[in-house]
Structure formats: structure tokens, C-alpha cells
């Protein structure tokens, strides 16, 4: 009923940069915070970066003075423009949000993946 997609994935290049998008669809009638998380496999999943409505940002660690997320609520739609890509950023990319559906059922909904993958 409730669907993110993403779009962006891809090759990079070690310094240089990629934008990643996920756009929610469905009997939506209200989305809270939205963000991005990566796992390789066999790794745990880490949170990348968080927005909530009021547009205040998280980052993780490894990510903070590279990577910059937003929002347009009117696309339903939450991007993560990542700078200054390193190796180690290789990961599967999920987008996550908090959404309220029409029913009014308060729903924790992810995206299916976006594969990254930084070259050296």
C-alpha cells in the first residue's frame, strides 16, 4: 500500500560524487522523518543520515562533512547527495521513512536497495 523507490545507485568514483533519490508512493497521508542507511552484506545496517519535518538533520560518523540530505514534501521525496566519495562508501543504500498511511496506521516503511559501489 506504502512504497519507497530509489534511484541514483551506481558506480563512483574515489573523490568524486553520486545523488541518490527515494520517492514514496501509496495511501500516504502524512511522512515524519526520512533518511538513508547502508549495509554490506554480512554487516549490520548503519544509519547514514536522518531529516525530520522540520528539516533538521543526523549524521553518521563517517559520513558528516560529505554528505547532505533533503527533502521535498511535496515530491514525497528524500535525496542524499554524497560528496567526496571514498571506497569505504560501498554499500547497499536504503531509504527510510516514518509514514502515516490513510487509514491512519502509522507505518515504518523501507525501500528495496540502491546499490553503490566507489572505485578507486
Known amino acids: 500500500q506504502v512504497q519507497l523507490v530509489e534511484s541514483g545507485g551506481g558506480l563512483g568514483q574515489a573523490g568524486g560524487s553520486l545523488r541518490l533519490s527515494c520517492t514514496a508512493s501509496?495511501?500516504?497521508?502524512?511522512?515524519?522523518?526520512m533518511g538513508w542507511y547502508r549495509q554490506v552484506p554480512g554487516k549490520q545496517r548503519d544509519l547514514v543520515a536522518l531529516?525530520?519535518?522540520?528539516?533538521?538533520?543526523m549524521y553518521g560518523d563517517s559520513v558528516k562533512g560529505r554528505f547532505t540530505i533533503s527533502r521535498d514534501n511535496a515530491k514525497m521525496t528524500v535525496n542524499l547527495q554524497m560528496n567526496s566519495l571514498k571506497p569505504e562508501d560501498t554499500a547497499i543504500y536504503y531509504c527510510?521513512?516514518?509514514?502515516?498511511?490513510?487509514?491512519?496506521?502509522?507505518?515504518?516503511?523501507w525501500g528495496q536497495g540502491t546499490l553503490v559501489t566507489v572505485s578507486s
Open positions: 527510510n521513512a516514518g509514514v502515516q498511511s490513510v487509514r491512519l496506521t502509522n507505518l515504518e516503511v
Open positions: 501509496g495511501s500516504i497521508f502524512s511522512i515524519k522523518t
Open positions: 531529516i525530520d519535518t522540520g528539516g533538521e538533520t
